[in-house]
Structure formats: structure tokens, C-alpha cells
């Protein structure tokens, strides 16, 4: 048996140069081969653009509280591969990925499985033979055709929809809301916010053509009584609730998991919901690293980047912005560093040490049109370098524009 955890995490990643397959015929034959292991689990399935992490944590948080075993399917990883898989808070244990790599590594080459499709099979797997009693699901890409929609589940929740991977889902916001609403069942309840009206058209027709009960969060029905930099305090239908997230965001997807949380549990325990939001810790979403004044936000695409920066603005609205920032897709990157140009008056580019993404010379020759008054880091280290530089008095600072650099920004912290 192989016991060595980074030989099985090499092996996993290397499952990579098999790119991303859109379908789900690979996952239902994996999955039929080791047991269908997602069928004797009862599941919630998020899908999104952006906020599916943050309200997939909240939501397994509100369940655990509840008395709930609690499985979470999360991705991507910041620091380490074991995060994505977690039962009850506990990250998957190295034993559990090996195992389940040597039992099935014949099935994995035998059907070409690709990354994420082994990783959704070994968090499926995971989840049946410790026998929870529910798990959230967050979709990888997309929905429809994303490998974890080969579950049943109980519930559906949609997070905020925008332009994303428009190279595979579609080009306008109709094909991709029509990808990410592709999660929807037959019976299944729907918890969304209301988006805007092309959005909404498409969650409402197919919400009307499966018979699936339809909540829609109303932000405007919370009672607010603080928002700052060390998250927001207020009451929703009775339920006081102290959100440490930061962000107004944050509390839509707050409001997303409550919803979703009291028609997976019939009722919720005001006092223990508001614990379970309380202990909430999303690493990578308007971050404070070790309380050292330079905030990480993994946001990279154009509206995600756009709340960071509108909700860092009101966290700090005597302050100029300074950036460090790097991409990993060039798409829609002429509107992303136009919005940076903008609103940064400081701005330094990078390359991640892996060279996993954009090029500086890409990102440079795109931030020229907009501003060329830019600094350029030989890394992310000489970037911070740089970063911590200025002045804190009259800059808040921040580092943003992928996951992948996690492991490098917190080595320096």
C-alpha cells in the first residue's frame, strides 16, 4: 500500500493534465463502480458564482450546532488538499485519501477520472462510510454539468450569479445562470436572493417546471445595528446574529444559510444558530492576516473583486488603496484591471512561484491601457516586500486575485 501522502497527493494533482471535462458520465460511472456512495447520504447542493464557500461553511456550521454529523465538499484548497473534505470541522485524515487512492487507483486509470471528478467520488465515499447525517455540496464549475450534480438532494441553493468561465458556461448572463440553476430537481426546494431580473426569470421558470418550492432571502429584512472592520451585528426574523465575516455580501450568504438551514432542520435554536455564525472562520475573504493591517481576499473575478474593493472602501473611506494582485483566467481581465486601475492608487503586479498563473507581462500589457503608473514583483514574497513598504497611515492594503497563492502569502505572515 502506498503510504506516503505526498506521493498519493502527487498523483492526485497530476490527474490535472487531464484538464477539466465537462459531463457527468465519468462521475456516474466512477461512482457506480465503488457503490454510488452519494445515495445513502441525505445532501444540500450550492452552486454560484461567488459566495458558495462562505455559505456552504455557514450552512455545515448551523447543522453542527444542531446536533447535525456534518459533511462539507468544498473547492478550491487555500493551504493544504485535506480542507476540502471535512467532517464535523475535521479535515479528511491523510489515511482516508490514501486508502481511497489504493483501492481504486486501477478505476481511476481505467476511466480517465480527472481531479475533481476523483476528488468528488473520495468526499462521496468519505462522507457514506463514516456515515453522516447530511453534507453540503459545492459545486466545482458551473452546475448542470459539474461532477457533483450527480446527487439527489434535499436542497438547492443558488449564491450571487455573474459572468464566470465564460469560455465553458456560456458567454452571456442567461447561459450561465442557465448552468448554474442546472442543479434544480424534480420536489426540491430552491433557497436564492433576488439577483435581478434576467436571473430571477431563469431560477423561477425552472423552479415552476420542476415543482420545486421556491425562498427567496430578503436583505432588507434584517434589522441592522453594526457594521465594521470585525464583521456585522444584527437581528433577523428575532434571530440576533453576530456575522464575523466582513462585508455586506457576506450577509446575503449568511442569510442563504439559514433559510437553507431551518427547511433542512424544520425549526432553528435562535441561540444556537447565532453560535454556529459566530464561530464561522472563512480564510481568504477580507482576511486581516495575523492582525498585521494587510488584508488577502481570494476574490478574481470582475464582481467579486468589485465588492472586495466597495466593501474595503467603506471598512476604510479616509484611506487610499494599495494592491497586490495576480490572475489566474484572462478573460474578462480588461474590465478587472480597469476597476483596479480605478480604485487602487498603488498597485503592484506578481507571479505565483508555481507559474500556475497569468504571466506579468499578460496582466502588464492589459494594466498599460488603464494605468501605467504600476510597480512589478519579481514574486509574491518581493511583492509583500513591497506591499508593507507604504505607509499604513495613509493606505490599506491589500492582496487578492487568486487562491493559489495562499501558501505563499501566509508563509510571510
Not at 52 to 65: A, P, R, V, Y
Not at 108 to 131: L, V
Not at 134 to 145: H, W, Y
Not at 261 to 269: A, F, Q
Request: glycine fraction near 6%; hydrophobic fraction near 35%; aromatic fraction near 8%.
Amino acid at each position: 500500500m502506498i503510504s506516503d501522502i505526498k506521493e498519493n497527493l502527487n498523483y492526485l494533482y497530476n490527474l490535472q493534465r487531464l484538464g477539466i471535462k465537462v459531463g457527468l458520465d465519468q462521475t456516474t460511472r466512477f461512482l457506480s463502480e465503488i457503490g454510488d456512495p452519494q445515495d445513502n447520504i441525505r445532501l444540500a447542493h450550492v452552486a454560484g458564482t461567488n459566495g458558495k464557500g462562505s455559505t456552504c461553511k455557514m450552512i455545515s456550521n448551523i447543522l453542527i450546532e444542531h446536533g447535525l454529523k456534518t459533511g462539507l465538499y468544498t473547492s478550491p484548497h487555500l493551504l493544504k488538499f485535506n480542507e476540502r473534505i471535512k467532517i464535523s470541522g475535521e479535515d479528511i485524515p491523510n489515511s482516508s485519501i490514501t486508502n481511497f487512492i489504493y483501492n481504486n487507483k486501477e478505476k481511476i486509470k481505467r476511466i480517465h477520472t480527472t481531479f475533481f471528478e476523483t476528488t468528488t467520488a473520495m468526499a462521496f465515499d468519505y462522507f457514506s462510510t463514516k456515515k453522516i447525517d447530511f453534507g453540503v455540496i459545492e459545486t466545482g464549475l458551473g452546475g448542470r454539468l459539474d461532477s457533483t450534480n450527480v446527487i439527489n438532494p434535499e436542497i438547492c441553493v443558488i449564491t450571487a450569479i455573474s459572468l464566470d468561465h465564460t469560455d465553458i458556461l456560456g458567454k452571456t448572463i442567461n447561459e450561465i445562470t442557465n448552468e448554474k440553476a442546472g442543479i434544480i430537481k424534480e420536489n426540491t426546494p430552491i433557497v436564492t436572493f433576488d439577483q435581478g431580473s434576467k436571473i430571477m426569470k431563469i431560477i423561477r421558470g425552472k423552479a415552476k417546471k420542476y415543482n420545486a418550492q421556491l425562498t427567496i432571502v430578503k436583505p432588507n429584512k434584517i434589522n441592522l445595528i453594526s457594521n465594521n472592520r470585525l464583521g456585522t451585528l444584527f437581528y433577523y426574523k428575532n434571530i440576533k446574529i453576530e456575522l464575523p465575516l466582513v462585508g455586506n455580501h457576506q450577509i446575503i450568504n449568511c442569510l442563504l444559510a439559514i433559510e437553507t438551514s431551518k427547511i433542512i432542520l424544520g425549526k432553528l435554536d435562535r441561540i444556537k444558530t447565532n453560535n454556529a455564525i459566530k464561530k464561522t472562520i472563512w480564510p481568504g475573504r477580507i482576511e486581516n492576516i495575523m492582525n498585521s493591517g494587510v488584508y488577502y481576499d481570494v476574490s478574481h473575478n470582475y464582481e467579486s473583486i468589485v465588492a472586495m474593493i466597495n466593501n474595503i472602501k467603506k471598512l476604510y473611506p479616509k484611506k487610499s488603496l494599495a494592491g497586490l494582485f495576480c490572475l489566474k483566467n484572462i478573460e474578462d481581465i480588461d474590465s478587472i484591471c480597469k476597476i483596479i486601475a480605478g480604485s487602487f492608487k498603488k498597485i503592484i503586479l506578481c507571479q505565483d512561484q508555481k507559474l500556475y498563473l497569468l504571466d506579468i507581462k499578460v496582466i502588464s500589457n492589459v494594466m498599460e491601457k488603464f494605468n501605467d503608473d504600476y510597480l512589478v514583483a519579481k514574486s509574491v514574497k518581493d511583492g509583500i516586500k513591497k506591499l508593507k513598504s507604504f505607509n499604513n497611515k495613509n493606505f490599506v492594503k491589500i492582496i487578492f486575485g487568486s487562491h493559489y497563492i495562499a501558501e505563499e502569502v501566509y508563509s510571510e505572515f
